[in-house]
């Protein structure tokens, strides 16, 4: 079935460091790719999206291209801060039987010291 | 805010015991969907409604059962608890079904002694 597979954390990064949060998918047809974000005591939120191969979805200076070559959608930002310290959770659309529900990989958690 | 509601937000029971948890979708969402999150399996899928029903099943166990009202709450009701069942649970809700945009609500943590 289709999966999703993220780098293990935690990520440690100084503030104003570069991140990169690796992500790659197993996925019969063309899923649509997101990652979302776990601040501490609350619910996933969405921080952005791409739906078909080459889209780039970005959001709060959070990038992330769909590379359907490489099956990857790897999460990058290029100066992280301490308030992005969170869980990210990349995953896919499966949209078997025409419905979607959404399949995460295990989480990353990045902790950004001053 | 997410404007998703999920009631109670913290709850410690026994094992043997049965609990409901109850979810709000945010307004106009006509879809809920329900995942555990624990330690060592991740975020996992359990189920999906659209307008009151089932559309999808994940890793649901027997012991588990959800629904949907007419007013589009949903309910998750957990019985025969075991320690593993320890964990927290979301309900999170998207306007349709065709979209991976889902509002998370905070989570109900489910503690089983």
């Known amino acids: 079935g289709d999966s999703v597979t993220q780098m293990e954390g935690p990520v440690t990064l100084s503030e104003e460091a570069f991140l990169t949060i690796n992500c790659t998918y197993t996925?019969?047809?063309?899923?649509?790719l997101f990652w979302y974000v776990q601040y501490p005591g609350e619910g996933l939120q969405l921080l952005l999206k791409?739906?078909?191969?080459?889209d780039k979805g970005s959001n709060k200076g959070f990038e992330a291209t769909y590379r359907k070559e490489t099956t990857s959608f790897h999460l990058e930002k290029g100066s992280v801060q301490v308030s992005d310290s969170a869980v990210y959770f990349c995953?896919?659309?499966?949209?078997?039987?025409?419905?979607?529900?959404?399949?995460f990989g295990a989480g990353t958690r990045l902790a950004v010291h001053p | 805010d997410s404007g998703v509601t999920q009631t109670p937000k913290h709850l410690i029971t026994a094992t043997g015991q049965r609990v409901t948890l109850r979810c709000s979708p945010r307004?106009?969402?006509?879809?809920v969907y329900w995942y555990q999150q624990s330690l060592d399996q991740g975020l996992q899928f359990l189920i999906q409604?659209?307008?009151?029903?089932?559309?999808a099943k994940g890793n649901i166990l027997e012991r588990f059962s959800a629904q949907q009202f007419p007013d589009l709450h949903s309910e998750l009701n957990l019985s025969s608890l075991e320690l593993g069942d320890s964990a927290l649970y979301f309900c999170a809700s998207s306007a349709t079904i065709h979209t991976g945009e889902l509002f998370f609500g905070e989570g109900s943590r489910l503690t089983v002694l």
């Open positions: 791409a739906t078909k191969a080459d």
């Open positions: 995953a896919l659309s499966d949209q078997a039987g025409g419905y979607n529900k959404l399949i």
């Open positions: 996925a019969t047809g063309y899923p649509s």
């Open positions: 307004s106009g969402d006509l879809s």
């Open positions: 409604y659209y307008n009151g029903e089932e559309r």
